[in-house]
């Protein structure tokens, strides 16, 4: 499956013959937009406003571009300033998509491995479902002081309604341009934003058009599942182990060998892939993501997690807080 996904990902870079081969098919998902916005249009469609602030974090490509880091970093910066925040997100993977609210004890085979991590790092309320407007609503319920509610992904969802948008790019760009499956694009671009204000923010090296970077780094530091902390210094001259089931796991295995680490073998597995039952089999230390930690560490409490630290630029934030500020008064 890794490999199919990796393969897929380089034939959307550009219009080569397996993209031009599926470029048929695309023209149908532009049919269906198309219709799907004339049904918006024609009101036929009924959607959700919540009397708070909804703020998206989402993107138009396919694929893992770094949303939950930059929704962990938003939900603490707003918990900084005194707003109550509230979370919604899908529970990728789970057998259960209805609605449940995420505890920091929660299995992240039931909730989600996102979902998971963003409560154990920002204490948010947070919940998760196949409907994100129910999921809204359910926590705008049994949470009525929340302030503003952040969806991690969701942009395509058109049952909420959306105040903001931050939309995240990486290299990848738009890729070949054209929708899926001939091209990477879950929708047209530009996107219509119906009314939401948006912004760019690009995650790796290169920005897109008018995107902002979301500063990201791994900590010079490694957490296990007991709580213990060491620099990652303590492994120079060591030969360890890496996992990571994440989109782009050689992104993790780079900043790892950059870090100083010896990697004797790396295991990249599919985003979200269950770890229940993975076993490495080796005597070197395992490191992780924080993502795939939530999934190891119940079993494996001895796997060490680098966190990764995501930042906007200040720049960015300038346009964001005064925008906040002004949503507090149609929203009450």
């Excluded at 909730?111 to 309320?125: F, M, P, W, Y």
């Excluded at 939401?196 to 900590?219: D, I, N, Y």
Aim: aromatic content about 8%; some cysteine; glycine content about 8%.
């Amino acid at each position: 499956m890794q490999v199919a996904a990796s393969f897929l990902r380089k034939a959307w870079l550009s219009r080569g013959l397996l993209a031009c081969l599926l470029w048929p098919i695309s023209r149908l998902a532009h049919l269906w937009l198309l219709l799907s916005d004339l049904r918006d249009l024609l009101g036929l469609r009924e959607t959700i406003r919540l009397p708070i602030p909804v703020w998206v974090v989402g993107n138009v490509v396919v694929g893992g571009t770094g949303k939950t880091p930059i929704v962990i970093h938003i939900a603490k910066r707003l918990q900084e300033l005194g707003f109550k925040v509230g979370v919604i997100a899908r529970a990728v993977g789970s057998p259960n998509q209805g609605i449940q609210e995420v505890h920091s004890h929660s299995d992240a085979n039931w909730v989600g491995d996102e979902a998971l991590l963003i409560k154990r790092r920002t204490q948010s309320r947070v919940f998760v479902g196949q409907a994100r407007a129910m999921a809204a609503q359910t926590l705008l319920t049994v949470y009525p002081d929340t302030h503003i509610i952040i969806s991690d992904d969701g942009m395509q969802h058109r049952a909420l309604q959306h105040d903001l948008a931050l939309c995240v790019f990486d290299d990848r760009g738009l890729g070949n341009g054209w929708l899926l499956p001939a091209g990477p694009l879950r929708e047209n671009w530009p996107r219509s934003t119906r009314g939401a204000a948006q912004w760019l923010v690009h995650t790796g090296q290169h920005a897109f058009e008018t995107s902002l970077p979301a500063e990201r780094r791994l900590c010079t530091y490694a957490v296990n599942g007991w709580g213990q902390t060491r620099p990652l210094s303590d492994w120079h001259g060591q030969a360890v182990q890496a996992l990571a089931a994440i989109a782009q796991p050689e992104v993790f295995f780079a900043g790892l060998r950059s870090a100083g680490l010896h990697l004797a073998a790396t295991h990249a597995l599919p985003d979200h892939a269950p770890l229940g039952d993975w076993k490495h089999g080796r005597d070197e230390d395992l490191f992780c993501t924080e993502k795939d930690a939530v999934k190891l560490w119940p079993h494996q409490p001895q796997a060490w997690a680098v966190p990764l630290e995501c930042h906007l630029p200040e720049t960015l934030w300038v346009q964001l807080l005064p925008f906040a500020q002004a949503l507090s008064s149609p929203h009450g």
